[in-house]
């Protein structure tokens, strides 16, 4: 397969577009691979790659129920940042952004990553002292973090709502300026297509239904192409790993499967350079603005459980009473789509990267609403873990005996309820 160049946009531009080759293979499922990797999502697929680049390892095999980045791989409102300050979490998040500051070169594929700067909005003064605490940690660990008083914020981002009687009256911001957006399914697409380059099968419409098991080991894995047998198998589904844990037979997980809905607006003219960020009051928003010029925004969960990939009607009102409360101006654009991915949160909302109580089974999930930007370390660190059998320190406390541990990854403490996590 050729490499991606200017050069070869200039030929296929003078000759009809005729003659690129097809992004990645359409395989046929073998009845065995060393290692098979079930979910054709971020976090699968970065899997695949980094095991085969990496490692060194072939003979590997990424199932999919559906089509690749099809899940929330394609369904994110994109946005990445490393601003944590718990230890097990800084390592990982800013190693992830040192990986999206190159993944585009990596891949060979324009994952359109764009470093606009994530803006954390301030209401009080004790917003400002928490900020100030977790930025200067961040600042002192390798990150970068800065905090703008409320003339420098309003310099750069003028069309907030500034009054002093507004709903959130802001007060100044937090912000990591080498985060921002990146272009999801290019993500998803570049990482397939790098994966497919060295070696992995994707197969595609093959869903996983049933494991069979001898003793502490997974032997086959049932699926709607027939059976598959794998070595090493590692699950990476997201919303659904509470369903393929219940068919290796290993009961309940911390996990609660939930909906969250983005949003699209109709194009605008370039409003927001930036991605915004505010929650105060138990509200949750999140807004930037897509290549394309559509206002891409988001909020909290949908408050109930479901495995369906559509969200409700009053989440809809309450992601646009956020969205005009902090930029008025939005009030007459017209919504274009909105849709929902199926989430896996956990009772910490902090994800799982770990050994499972079957000997070759691995586990790759609970990434809520941040799993987009951990994808290039998740995909990095599952590799090495399925690799070498063991943990790397930075996930050593990524696994499911953290909550009788009593580790805290969470960065709020916020107790163990999904739906505190936003
Ligand atoms: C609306 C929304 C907004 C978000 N915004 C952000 C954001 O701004 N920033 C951020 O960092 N994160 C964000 N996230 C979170 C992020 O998208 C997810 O955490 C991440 O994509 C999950 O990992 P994944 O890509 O591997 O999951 P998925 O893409 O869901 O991949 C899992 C795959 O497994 C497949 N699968 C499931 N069951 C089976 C089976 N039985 N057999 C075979 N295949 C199966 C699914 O079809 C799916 O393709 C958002 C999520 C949503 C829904």
């Not at 499922?29 to 072939?58: C, Q, S, W």
């Not at 590997?60 to 899940?71: C, R, Y």
């Not at 703008?148 to 500034?162: C, E, G, M, V």
């Not at 369906?308 to 654009?333: F, H, K, M, W, Y």
């Amino acid at each position: 397969m050729k490499r991606y160049s200017a050069w070869s946009v200039f030929f296929n531009g003078l000759t009809g577009q005729r003659n690129w080759d097809r992004a990645w293979r359409d395989s046929e499922p073998r009845r065995e691979y060393d290692i098979v990797i079930v979910g054709a999502g971020l976090h699968g697929l970065a899997t695949a790659f980094y095991l085969a680049k990496n490692h060194g390892l072939g003979n590997i095999a990424v199932l999919e129920k559906g089509w690749l980045g099809g899940g929330n791989a394609g369904r994110n409102t994109t946005i990445v940042r490393s601003n944590y300050m718990m230890p097990g979490n800084r390592a990982f998040y800013e190693h992830s952004l040192k990986l999206w500051e190159n993944l585009s070169h990596e891949l060979n594929f324009n994952v359109m990553f764009s470093q606009r700067a994530h803006v954390s909005l301030l209401h009080s003064p004790a917003a400002r002292d928490s900020a100030a605490r977790r930025y200067n940690t961040m600042r002192l660990t390798g990150a970068d973090g800065e905090l703008w008083d409320l003339a420098t914020l309003k310099r750069n981002i003028p069309h907030l709502n500034y009054s002093p009687d507004a709903r959130f009256p802001i007060t100044g911001a937090a912000v990591q300026p080498r985060a921002g957006t990146a272009r999801h399914d290019a993500v998803a697409w570049g990482y397939a297509r790098a994966a497919d380059q060295c070696g992995v099968d994707i197969i595609q419409n093959c869903e996983v239904t049933g494991v069979t098991r001898d003793g502490g080991q997974v032997t086959d894995l049932h699926t709607s192409r027939g059976l598959i047998g794998g070595k090493k198998i590692g699950f990476a589904v997201a919303g659904n790993t509470s369903r393929l844990w219940r068919m290796a037979g290993l009961g309940k997980l911390p996990i609660e499967t939930h909906k969250l809905q983005a949003f699209v607006s109709e194009p605008l003219k370039p409003l927001l350079d930036q991605v915004v960020v505010f929650g105060v009051g138990g509200t949750h928003f999140y807004i930037s603005q897509s290549d394309k010029g559509g206002m891409v925004f988001g909020g909290d969960l949908d408050w109930y459980k479901s495995y369906a990939q559509r969200g409700n009607l009053p989440l809809v009102q309450d992601v646009s009473e956020c969205a005009t409360s902090i930029l008025p101006c939005l009030g007459r654009v017209r919504l274009l789509r909105h849709w929902a991915g199926v989430m896996d949160m956990s009772m910490d909302g902090s994800p799982f990267i770990c050994k499972t109580p079957l000997t070759n089974l691995y586990l790759n999930a609970g990434w809520n609403y941040g799993g987009f930007k951990a994808s290039p370390a998740s995909g990095w660190y599952f590799a090495d873990l399925i690799a070498n059998d063991r943990a790397d320190p930075v996930i050593a406390n990524h696994n499911l005996q953290r909550f009788e541990q009593g580790i805290n990854l969470d960065e709020r403490g916020a107790g163990p309820d999904p739906k505190l996590h936003g």
